[in-house]
């Protein structure tokens, strides 16, 4: 079967950035799984898996604009003691998710001020070239009230050193 609208997919993955630094990969017991068509990937990486089936392999480089965007200074903000979790040590590197978003918007912390916190709100990828190589583990029918029932893995992140 080929990966088609609404297909489940399931697929082993290595994602690296330029210079091959490897930023996030699939362990055998949890391979990246999604249902294809519903908006959970990256476009350009979709139409790149668009009827590939089973065994194959596909690398896809995806500038920023494809990917995570492009990095935006503008995200990058002061949050005062009072706007911060309160009870929370704050440190440098910790990720903060604003209420009520469940894991969709994060802000990540990179320096602590006088009044309280830098904050930055880019994707940690933000104006990166990332490379996604892809073996295709199985490809299964779906349908439409098939959707939200797929066991989804998360990506597991690597931290960059900057």
């Not at 609208?5 to 290595?14: D, I, W």
């Not at 790149?48 to 935006?72: F, H, I, N, S």
Request: zero cysteines; hydrophobic letters at 35%.
């Amino acid at each position: 079967m080929q990966i088609q609208a609404l297909s489940e997919v399931s697929a082993a993955y290595t994602l690296t950035e330029e210079g091959g630094q490897s930023i996030a990969t699939s362990s055998a017991g949890s391979p990246l799984r999604y249902v294809h068509g519903s908006g959970e990937m990256l476009p350009a990486l979709e139409q790149a898996l668009l009827g590939k089936r089973v065994g194959e392999r596909v690398t896809v480089t995806l500038a920023p604009e494809q990917a995570y965007g492009p990095y935006r200074p503008e995200l990058v903000f002061e949050a005062v003691h009072d706007n911060l979790p309160p009870g929370q040590a704050i440190k440098v590197g910790m990720t903060l998710t604003p209420g009520g978003q469940r894991g969709r918007f994060s802000l990540k912390v990179v320096a602590l001020t006088d009044n309280g916190a830098m904050l930055d709100g880019n994707h940690p990828l933000a104006g990166k070239t990332v490379t996604w190589q892809l073996e295709i583990l199985s490809v299964k029918p779906g349908s439409a009230t098939d959707h939200g029932n797929i066991d989804h893995q998360p990506i597991r992140w690597v931290e960059l050193d900057d």
